[in-house]
């Protein structure tokens, strides 16, 4: 049983950055995939960013490619999101999720994950 906790979520200006954390507790399977979600007040949830554990891939949204930056440490069983140049648009609760890693296909959907963090909250103001 993998759980997740998220952090580092907050206020920021147009234009900042924000660097999300999700500590992962218990076992943890050596070939994992994980991934950043967000979701805005009344709409769906979406796939932000995503990392093969074993071999560093990494796989991302149209909307925060460039941007965005996601990255793991081993050591300290622990998934980031570097968040660049934000936007208004970038305001939304931001999970982190994990499970074994499923078709190329299904990187940024939604139900390929049975794991999942309680969210941390982003908004940008301008």
């Known amino acids: 049983q993998v759980q997740l906790a998220e952090s580092g979520g907050g206020s920021v200006q147009v234009g900042g950055s924000l660097r999300l954390s999700c500590a992962a507790f218990?076992?943890?399977?050596?070939?994992?995939?994980l991934a950043w979600f967000r979701q805005a007040p009344g709409k769906e949830r979406e796939g932000v960013a995503h990392?093969?554990?074993?071999?560093?891939?990494?796989y991302y949204g149209d909307s925060v490619k460039g941007r965005f930056i996601i990255s793991q440490d081993n050591a300290k069983n622990t998934l980031y999101l570097q968040m660049n140049s934000l936007k208004p648009e970038d305001t939304a609760m931001y999970y982190c999720?994990?499970?074994?890693?499923?078709?190329?296909?299904?990187?940024?959907?939604?139900?390929?994950?049975?794991?999942w963090g309680q969210g941390t909250q982003v908004t940008v103001s301008s």
């Open positions: 999720a994990a499970d074994y890693c499923s078709s190329s296909s299904r990187r940024l959907v939604e139900s390929a994950y049975d794991y």
């Open positions: 218990g076992y943890i399977p050596n070939h994992y995939c």
């Open positions: 990392l093969e554990t074993v071999f560093g891939g990494t």
